[in-house]
């Protein structure tokens, strides 16, 4: 085989992995089209800010089931910021989402999410219900600050404490 015909089939290949990876996420963006992040601005007393890396969004207990959310489709930076009413998102490029208390189903520590593992309980689990009534987990990784603290804060609003606690998970 010459070098012309093997280059060929290589790229060939290559398109035809990057066409499957484009359906692929088409067909997931269809899917998940009416599960809606809560865009608005932080509501109430700030009670504690960190930052980190947003690292993917799933469906509640399925950490590998990742949701192809708008404004939570792509890891990024990311700023959390705690109030006596909920818990907001700032990343990059997209507006802040607001997740207000009476939507957080509890937080936790986690291991593992789709294409990431770090050291055991490493990330920081956020559980929150959509507007379709879709309960979603989102895994943020801190850079600075201790990961229980958020926890606690998250755990601490009046409703989050009401609902299930979720211990360290995966």
Known sequence: MSQEIAALLF???AVAAIGSM?????RRSRRDAAI???VGEARGAILARFTGL???TTR???PLDRLNVTHLAFRSRVAVTVTDEGVALDLPGEPTLFLASD???GA?????????VVESDGLVLIAWAADDHTICDTYVRLQDADPDALVAAI?????????TQMGAQR
């Open 60 to 62: 509640h207990d399925a």
């Open 54 to 56: 947003y690292v993917a």
């Open 155 to 163: 755990q601490n609003l009046p409703t989050t404490s009401d609902s």
């Open 22 to 26: 484009a359906w692929g996420w088409r």
């Open 11 to 13: 790229a060939l290949l």
């Open 36 to 38: 809606v992040a809560p």
């Open 108 to 116: 936790g520590r986690a291991t593992w999410t789709i294409d990431r």
């Open 103 to 105: 939507r957080l189903r």
